[in-house]
């Protein structure tokens, strides 16, 4: 094989492996966003996902603003918090770690992730949303 051959095989095996971006949201939603004041927001997070069954990663983005928490991977919702939500909604911190759990009994799943930044500032402002959410807790 050809030394470019081969550095070809390697950029495209490379590109194969990079995680994919996940912070594509539809027109409505950067319409709607744009509107709201984002108080944080990270990109391609690894969340640990637990529901009934177990758990599992998953890499998502989340955006936090005064009114919604909304964690998605592109135009796919994991979780969206707003004040018409009516589910019942908590926030905790476990040392750096934020866990959003939603919903209760059979139907309980909790979003666990490590923020950027300032994991106090995100719980609060997390939690200040559910308190506004029908479901709070």
């Given at each position: 094989m050809s030394r470019a051959a081969t550095i070809t095989a390697l950029l495209i095996g490379l590109a194969a492996c990079r995680p994919a971006d996940t912070s594509q949201l539809s027109a409505d939603q950067e319409t709607r966003f744009a509107r709201e004041v984002v108080r944080f927001r990270a990109a391609n997070q690894?969340?640990?996902?637990?529901?009934?069954?177990?758990?599992?990663?998953?890499?998502?983005?989340?955006?936090?603003?005064?009114?919604?928490?909304?964690?998605?991977?592109?135009?796919?919702?994991?979780?969206?918090?707003?004040?018409?939500?009516?589910?019942?909604?908590?926030?905790?911190?476990?040392?750096?770690?934020?866990?959003?759990?939603?919903?209760?009994?059979?139907?309980?799943?909790?979003?666990?992730?490590?923020?950027?930044?300032?994991?106090?500032?995100w719980a609060t402002g997390i939690r200040a949303v559910i308190t506004t959410s029908g479901g709070a807790r």
């Open positions: 690894s969340f640990r996902f637990t529901h009934e069954a177990g758990w599992e990663e998953r890499i998502a983005s989340i955006i936090v603003t005064d009114s919604t928490v909304l964690v998605y991977k592109n135009e796919k919702i994991g979780i969206e918090i707003t004040p018409a939500s009516r589910r019942v909604y908590e926030v905790h911190r476990d040392g750096e770690r934020v866990r959003i759990t939603a919903g209760s009994g059979k139907s309980r799943e909790t979003w666990s992730f490590t923020p950027p930044d300032n994991p106090d500032g």
